[in-house]
């Protein structure tokens, strides 16, 4: 069974400062990783999908790096901004116990960005 | 303006009574996925469904039910069987490519409270 384990679990820093959040997964039969952004009592919001043949995606700010023979994956989030403040969530995709499309998610990492 | 829609968005259930969450979407997806969230847990799946009048168990089906009669709905029914349905319920649906996976979209949550 796939099992996801995000650190640290919470994390505070002031605002313009880069940070990397860490994921790592047990099963590294994966078929790709998402990245998703949660705000309190909201629904999900994909960041980055990386494809298991990529090692890493970019979009604006954000940088996404996936090792899947080592099963860990990163999210690197440059200048950080009070608006980045949420919960950070990875979310390996199939594995050999389930099929390409389900997700197994870490219980995430909540981030403050502090003025 | 294509996306996915969840209602309610809080729910409160008696004890013993059954009660459907609604999810639909317009954005032409085969697959569709619900989701349950507790504090600390992650997300896991209950149900999902990769094409019409099809649809599987996930890590946590018992005291649930859903039906998939149109591509664009997707019901979960949570029964009277389910000893604890305190939770925020999270449907999503992707493009599904076989083992080709896309992004996952995700709805903005139903809150469920037993009283």
Known sequence: KQEVTQIPAALSVPEGENLVLNCSFTDSAIYNLQWFRQDPGKGLTSLLLIQSSQREQTSGRLNASLDKSSGRSTLYIAASQPGDSATYLCAPAGGNTGTASKLTFGTGTRLQVTL | ?115
């Open chain 2, 1 to 115: 303006d294509g996306g996915i829609t969840q209602s309610p968005k809080y729910l409160f259930r008696k004890e013993g009574q059954n009660v459907t969450l609604s999810c639909e979407q317009n954005l032409n997806h085969d697959a569709m996925y619900w989701y349950r969230q507790d504090p600390g847990q992650g997300l896991r799946l209950i149900y999902y469904s990769q094409i019409v009048n099809d649809f599987q168990k996930g890590d946590i089906a018992e005291g649930y039910s859903v039906s998939r009669e149109k591509k664009e709905s997707f019901p979960l029914t949570v029964t009277s069987a389910q000893k604890n349905p305190t939770a925020f319920y999270l449907c999503d649906s992707m493009r599904y490519r076989g083992l080709c996976t896309d992004t996952q979209y995700f709805g903005p949550g139903t809150r469920l409270t037993v009283l």
